[in-house]
């Protein structure tokens, strides 16, 4: 079936470097991206998003960016800190009878000090 | 931000009974309702789908007489796993959507459920 899946199961980065978390996606009918940032014993929290219409876009301290010609999707946080650290997921959404939010298998990141 | 709230934040139950999980909308109407599971090391899997007011609409692979939802408004849902199975003891999340121009979705804090 289709899916979202991630390159990189584990990440581990000194503080103050940037980290890049990758994630494939196979629904060619997405059209909304959205990665979150999960700590332990917590519910999913919202980083950024992304319509299949931007090709990229930036918050604070974090930059998404899509490649629609080969289901890419990328999350870079500049200068990362400790408080970084967590398991990142990236998630898809197809407008279609629902608006259903698929979760890729995540990334957790360790932010050395 | 809107806040999706979820009651208990842990359940430890016995074998054989029955866990009601709430998942509350505290300062918006939510159009849609989200069940996922999570167990340890893994993805949130998507359970059902449930919009107020009708039945919810579950994934494959999901037992509907085992996760009972309920969405009676559109700032309640609720899950009953019945007859609950240690396989049954997962991190259980809820999100809540609506639609105001694009859609919308915020998620529970989670709720972690032991069966003993």
């Known amino acids: 079936g289709e899916s979202v899946g991630l390159h990189l199961p584990t990440l581990s980065v000194q503080e103050g470097d940037n980290s890049i978390i990758n994630c494939a996606y196979s629904?060619?009918?997405?059209?909304?991206f959205i990665w979150y940032k999960q700590e332990s014993g917590k519910g999913p929290q919202f980083i950024i998003d992304?319509?299949?219409?931007?090709d990229k876009r930036q918050g604070q301290r974090v930059t998404v960016l899509l490649n629609k010609t080969v289901k890419h999707l990328s999350l870079q946080i500049a200068a990362t800190q400790p408080g970084d650290s967590a398991v990142y997921f990236c998630?898809?959404?197809?407008?279609?009878?629902?608006?259903?939010?698929?979760f890729g298998a995540g990334t957790r990141l360790f932010v050395k000090a | 931000g809107a806040v999706v709230s979820q009651h208990p934040s842990w359940v430890i139950c016995k074998s054989g009974t029955s866990v009601k999980i709430e998942c509350r909308s505290l300062?918006?109407?939510?159009?849609?309702m989200f069940w996922y599971r999570q167990f340890p090391k893994q993805s949130l899997m998507l359970m059902a789908t449930?919009?107020?007011?009708?039945?919810?609409?579950?994934e494959q692979g999901v037992e509907k007489d085992k996760f009972l939802i309920n969405h009676a408004s559109l700032t309640l849902s609720t899950l009953t796993v019945t007859s609950a199975h240690p396989e049954d003891s997962s991190f259980y999340i809820c999100?809540?959507?609506?639609?105001?121009?694009?859609?919308?979705?915020?998620f529970g804090p989670g709720t972690r459920l032991t069966v003993t």
């Open positions: 999100s809540a959507g609506m639609t105001s121009g694009r859609f919308e979705q915020y």
């Open positions: 629904n060619s009918a997405s059209d909304y």
């Open positions: 992304i319509r299949s219409n931007m």
């Open positions: 998630a898809e959404n197809a407008n279609t009878g629902g608006f259903k939010t698929i």
């Open positions: 300062d918006f109407q939510a159009t849609t």
């Open positions: 449930s919009n107020e007011g009708s039945k919810a609409t579950y």
